[in-house]
Nanobody, 126 residues
Framework: QVQLVESGGGLVQAGGSLRLSCAASGRTFSRHAMGWFRQAPGKEREFVAAIGWRGGTRYYADSAKGRFTISRDNAKNTVYLQMNSLKPEDTAVYYC???????????????????WGQGTQVTVSS
C-alpha cells in the first residue's frame, strides 16, 4: 500500500516562494511518475506539474511554467515542487499523486494516477 504525505504549505505574500515536499511509502516510487495537482475552493482539481520516473521528463501547466519546478529524489522517495513568484490565484490545496504504470514519463491527466496524498494548503495573500 502506498501512502503519500505532503508538507511545506503555508501562508505567503504575493511574490514569495514555497517548497512543497511529498514523501512516499512503498516500493514503487522509484519506478513511477509523480504529479502535483491543486484544487481551489469551488473549482475542479487541476494539473500543476508532473515528472517521469527517472526525472528525465517534466510537464507543467501553463500557469506554472517559468515559476514552478518539479523535482524528485528517488533515494529519499520524495518529490518536490518549488514555487516562486507566487500569486493569489495560486491559492489552493496542493496534492501529490503517484502514477499507475511502471516507468511512466508523467501525465497531465488525473486518471493516470492511482494514489493521492491528503493535500497541503497554500495561501497567497495580495
Amino acid at each position: 500500500q502506498v501512502q503519500l504525505v505532503e508538507s511545506g504549505g503555508g501562508l505567503v505574500q504575493a511574490g514569495g516562494s514555497l517548497r512543497l515536499s511529498c514523501a512516499a511509502s512503498g516500493r514503487t516510487f522509484s519506478r513511477h511518475a509523480m504529479g502535483w495537482f491543486r484544487q481551489a475552493p469551488g473549482k475542479e482539481r487541476e494539473f500543476v506539474a508532473a515528472i517521469g520516473w527517472r526525472g528525465g521528463t517534466r510537464y507543467y501547466a501553463d500557469s506554472a511554467k517559468g515559476r514552478f519546478t518539479i523535482s524528485r529524489d528517488n533515494a529519499k522517495n520524495t518529490v518536490y515542487l518549488q514555487m516562486n513568484s507566487l500569486k493569489p490565484e495560486d491559492t489552493a490545496v496542493y496534492y501529490c499523486a503517484e502514477g499507475r504504470v511502471d516507468y511512466g514519463t508523467g501525465s497531465t491527466a488525473r486518471s493516470q494516477y492511482n494514489y493521492w496524498g491528503q493535500g497541503t494548503q497554500v495561501t497567497v495573500s495580495s
